[in-house]
């Protein structure tokens, strides 16, 4: 059989193979080697996850120091804060007692003045069933308040009581309430640990209310004007 010599195709006799008409027919398949191993791609190369394991030996430390200094600073600054506070309290009470002192003093100097009798031995207080022995009548007691609230700023609302001698307050306490145990006093001042009690000089104090102190105070106040002592020691 004649073949083609332009495609190569089988042609029969006097044909004219159409691959000179440009009419070029698909190629054939190649027939394939059983034999033969098929081709692959090369495998592409996985980009490797960078370790972060020398992040987290920096981290981790970084952290518990800082938990570790915080716990430090907290247990050094809190409880100085605490007292701070505290502290500034326990001034604010005695600085509102001086007031109270002078106040009282201050008024008793005008009835004096004004031929008021305020001889002897006699508490006043912010509240009226706490007075003791008080020299004057109610009409001078209601003119004592007044002039009180004049001298004496209680911008807080707090309670006071004041002892009075002859005639001059010699002992003052004051506080938020008859309750509190933040309790400021003259001329014996409180500390953070107590009140100072009248005519009572220790190094040791405790914590006491107003009442408290109003009682333990006005015992020995009362019995003062039969005492030749000035002081009593403990």
């Known amino acids: 059989m004649p073949f083609c010599e332009y495609c190569g195709r089988p042609v029969r006799e006097n044909e004219v193979c159409n691959c000179r008409s440009g009419n070029v027919p698909p190629p054939q398949p190649q027939p394939m080697n059983p034999y033969a191993q098929p ?3 090369a495998p592409q190369a996985q980009p490797q996850k960078q370790s972060l394991w020398w992040i987290w030996l920096i981290i981790v430390p970084v952290v518990l120091l800082i938990l570790f200094m915080g716990g430090i600073l907290a247990a050094i600054f809190v409880p ?14 005695n600085s509102s007692a001086t007031s ?4 009282v003093n201050t008024v008793l100097t005008e009835f ?26 109610d009409e001078r007691l209601d003119d004592f308040y007044i002039r009180m609230n004049r001298y004496y700023e209680n911008k807080g609302g707090n309670e006071w009581f004041a002892f009075v001698e002859k005639g001059i307050c010699v002992y003052t306490a ?4 008859w309750s ?12 953070v640990d107590g009140p100072g009690l009248y005519d009572t000089y220790t190094a040791s104090r405790y914590k006491m209310s107003l009442s408290e102190v109003y009682n333990k105070s006005s015992d020995t106040f ?5 005492d030749e002592s000035s002081y009593v020691y403990y």
């Not at 009798?117 to 508490?123: E, L, Q, T, V």
């Not at 004051?174 to 309430?177: L, Q, R, Y």
């Open 39 to 41: 081709a692959y791609a």
């Open 80 to 93: 100085t804060y605490i007292g701070y506070k505290e502290k500034s309290k326990v001034t604010s009470a």
């Open 100 to 103: 109270v002192y002078k106040a």
């Open 112 to 137: 004096d003045e004004e031929g008021v009798n305020i001889d002897g031995y006699f508490i006043v207080s912010s509240d009226g069933l706490n007075n003791w022995n008080v020299p004057f009548d």
């Open 174 to 177: 004051s506080a938020e309430s």
């Open 180 to 191: 509190s145990k933040t309790v400021g006093t003259y001329p014996n001042r409180a500390t």
């Open 222 to 226: 009362s019995h003062k004007e039969n």
